[in-house]
């Protein structure tokens, strides 16, 4: 039976994720429901992963299933359902525009990177940190790209559209600011993509097997998987064009012979063969060549010492940031920056956030952002609450509906208004009421809950005083204050708290009937 058509399966499907995905990440109108963003994201490996370990429930079990899938039928996570891997098919398939004909061919295993880079991510895993996912998983690089410079294009078109639609009165579009935008974010991501291009342009999925710890993990799976592809002796004339189409260049046409663990399941050796030579078929024991079993033997020695070898532990740093300092005035030192409602603490989001930025697309006051040593080294590029681009809104709790890796745990809005990401702290020598004793009074106006009163100075001023207990750190008074250095600001707490609830006070109007308007 030909199998010619898993060729087409694998396009559509894989094209489907992949812009179902791209969507998640540059929306900015919160098009698809939670629901839908979590049965979208549901077999990305790594989210999958920290998901099950933080939650241990159903919707975390899409790496069991993709691990599965990898003993019956090879690597083929990586071209239906990673993102990554379908960018970088995207990038091959233009690059042919640049040369009449794109060939790949053979080459040898890059054994000592591959593995060296899931023994060092297996190891931090073990020291409790994630640093080396943040760097290297597929889906989390995808996101940095997709929110950090994509995300921006799109929201420039649709002011573009806006205007343009504003002058015939169709106001069915609106217009999107982004209040803030992390420009490191940008520098890295930007490098990578690059990176990626270059890669793919020369070597094609180089990335998947060389540095890809997801890759290499499901690589390892598929030398025992059910069904492997393989050339078939006696059909094969050796003409080379399932190597020369190759994007893994894992087929040896020469020697009749595949490398299982690097085929990325993309197919294309099975469209392109007119002889079938090449067969898609169940794994017999003992079908492989004698010197395929020694290279496979060889690197399971590799594998056994490459998990032993020392790896330098990753330093961490929890320094103190100060946002400005001026002449007489006090610098701003928080000891925690604030994380999302929902992270529950610094711990438990350091060690689950994947730095996909997804969060950070959705929160409509911009007020979530990438951080560079907020979390120190350690959580570089992970997501901090920035009080000085914005504030969390009162009314909101999107992030923790589509977190896809259990690091901000969904969170119902009562119980988020209520739960205290930090404490404001007040600075008097900073506030313009004590240093030029004007009426200020922005971050009692700004207060949700009304934590931040406005209390007599002196003679008719007033001054700002925090009521720590019914304060939830949401860092409105922080992002209204004109100061700086500022004069009041969010010191996030290690571990979130519940606020008590803010006292409700009648105010009875007395109304006199016989006005005109009583009301």
Request: glycine share 6%; hydrophobic share 40%.
């Amino acid at each position: 039976m030909s199998l010619l058509f898993l060729k087409k399966i694998r396009v559509w499907i894989s094209l489907s994720f992949f812009l179902l995905i791209f969507f998640l990440f540059i929306d900015f109108g919160n098009t698809l429901s939670s629901q839908w963003v979590k049965g979208i994201l549901f077999f990305q490996f790594v989210p999958s992963v920290l998901k099950f370990i933080q939650l241990a429930a159903f919707t975390g079990i899409g790496f069991i299933i993709v691990l599965i899938s990898a003993l019956l039928f090879g690597r083929v996570y990586c071209s239906f359902l990673c993102p990554l891997g379908t960018l970088q098919d995207i990038f091959i398939y233009f690059s042919k525009k640049f040369k009449k004909r794109k060939w790949f061919k053979y080459a040898k295993p890059k054994n000592i990177l591959r593995y060296f880079f899931l023994g060092g991510t297996i190891i931090f895993l073990l020291f409790g940190s994630i640093f080396i996912l943040n760097l290297l998983d597929p889906y989390s690089i995808f996101g940095k790209i997709s929110s950090n410079l994509i995300r921006p294009i799109y929201y420039s078109i649709n002011n573009v559209g806006v205007a343009i639609l504003e002058r015939f009165q169709n106001y069915t579009l609106f217009t999107v600011h982004m209040k803030s935008y992390n420009w490191l974010s940008f520098g890295i991501s930007f490098s990578v993509l690059g990176l990626l291009v270059w890669m793919t342009y020369k070597y094609g999925r180089l990335y998947c097997n060389a540095v890809c710890p997801v890759g290499t993990l499901l690589g390892i799976l598929s030398r025992v998987s059910i069904y492997k592809i393989r050339l078939n002796q006696e059909a094969c004339n050796s003409c080379g064009i399932c190597g020369a189409n190759c994007k893994s260049q894992c087929i040896d046409t020469k020697n009749k012979s595949v490398d299982f663990s690097r085929c990325v399941g993309c197919l294309n050796c099975l469209d392109v063969c007119a002889s079938g030579g090449v067969k898609f078929s169940f794994n017999k024991p003992g079908n492989e060549h004698p010197e395929q079993s020694l290279k496979e033997n060889t690197r399971r020695s590799f594998i056994q010492k490459s998990l032993v070898l020392p790896v330098g532990i990753l330093a961490l740093s929890q320094n103190s940031f100060s946002d400005g300092l001026a002449d007489g005035k006090k610098p701003v030192n928080r000891q925690f920056h604030s994380i999302p409602p929902g992270a529950l603490s610094l711990n438990h989001f350091l060690n689950a956030c994947t730095a996909c930025h997804l969060c950070v697309g959705v929160c409509p006051t911009h007020v979530i952002q990438p951080s560079f040593l907020e979390h120190g080294l350690k959580g570089m590029m992970q997501v901090y609450m920035d009080f000085n681009a914005s504030f969390c809104n009162f009314e909101c709790n999107l992030c923790s509906d589509v977190c896809p890796t259990g690091a901000i745990l969904p969170i119902q809005l009562e119980t988020k208004k209520l739960t205290q990401l930090g404490i404001s702290t007040f600075i008097k020598e900073n506030c313009v009421v004590y240093t030029d004793e004007k009426d200020c009074g922005a971050c009692s106006e700004h207060c949700p809950t009304k934590a931040v009163n406005m209390v007599f100075y002196k003679k008719d001023l007033k001054i700002p005083e925090v009521n720590k207990d019914i304060c939830i750190g949401c860092g409105a008074c922080e992002y209204a204050c004109p100061t700086t250095p500022k004069s009041i600001f969010v010191d996030g707490n290690a571990v979130h708290k519940l606020a008590d609830k803010p006292k409700e006070v009648k105010i009875e109007t007395i109304v006199n009937p016989e006005d005109d308007f009583p009301f």
